[in-house]
T-cell receptor
Framework: QKEVEQNSGPLSVPEGAIASLNCTYSDRVSQSFFWYRQYSGKSPELIMSIYSNGDKEDGRFTAQLNKASQYVSLLIRDSQPSDSATYLC?????????FGPGTRLSVLP | DVKVTQSSRYLVKRTGEKVFLECVQDMDHENMFWYRQDPGLGLRLIYF???????EKGDIPEGYSVSREKKERFSLILESASTNQTSMYLCASEPSGHGYGYTFGSGTRLTVV
């Protein structure tokens, strides 16, 4: 099993809907998780971090961590076409962060 | 505003050339990283450094070396460029402690012909 896994997508949602992006992780992963957004041709930019079980909200973004089921999610409320990007999940393993392959999100006008 | 600056946005080099990719951060971060990103393979760690003059191999160090003579600068060196090193190269930095997330540079798209 890879340490951090994501569905590559594409995930398509209509404008204004909630986009739900998921990430699962292995036993080797420590309990620090980050979500990055990467627009096509650009570098990743940090959106959110989460360390504790439960939800963490920041504007239209909510990160959810479920340690028992070993998954972390990112919810984007009121999705906009400008949210169309690849979303990378990163988890701390050993000495450094390991990135998932990313999920491509497409928000349709 | 914090910044990680990579010296070149696009580079084209010939097979066998020695290639230097430069990365400078102005945030006084201790930790610096070099990744390459390829379609279908995601982000792969090449080398990292937690301090000046310190370097550690990542997952794919073969064919690369690094230099960190000053805290703010982390250089990636391709000793003898090959076509399979054509890729997007991303530099990142973070404060010590791993709890803050990375700040990435804008990337260097390297093509080896």
């Amino acid at each position: 099993q890879k340490e951090v896994e994501q569905n590559s997508g594409p995930l398509s949602v209509p404008e204004g809907a909630i986009a739900s992006l998921n990430c699962t992780y292995s036993d080797r992963v420590s309990q620090s998780f980050f979500w990055y957004r990467q627009y096509s041709g650009k570098s990743p930019e940090l959106i959110m971090s989460i360390y504790s079980n439960g939800d963490k909200e920041d504007g239209r973004f909510t990160a959810q961590l479920n340690k028992a089921s070993q998954y972390v999610s990112l919810l984007i409320r009121d999705s906009q076409p400008s949210d169309s990007a690849t979303y990378l999940c990163a988890a701390f393993v050993g000495q450094n962060f390991v990135f998932g392959p990313g999920t491509r999100l497409s928000v349709l006008p | 505003d914090v910044k990680v600056t990579q010296s070149s946005r696009y580079l084209v080099k010939r097979t066998g050339e020695k290639v230097f990719l430069e990365c400078v951060q102005d945030m006084d971060h201790e930790n610096m990283f070099w990744y390459r990103q390829d379609p279908g393979l995601g982000l792969r760690l090449i080398y990292f450094s937690y301090d000046v003059k310190m370097k550690e191999k990542g997952d794919i160090p073969e064919g690369y070396s690094v230099s960190r003579e000053k805290k703010e600068r982390f250089s990636l060196i391709l000793e003898s460029a090959s076509t399979n090193q054509t890729s997007m190269y991303l530099c990142a930095s973070e404060p010590s402690g791993h709890g803050y997330g990375y700040t990435f540079g804008s990337g260097t798209r390297l093509t080896v012909v």
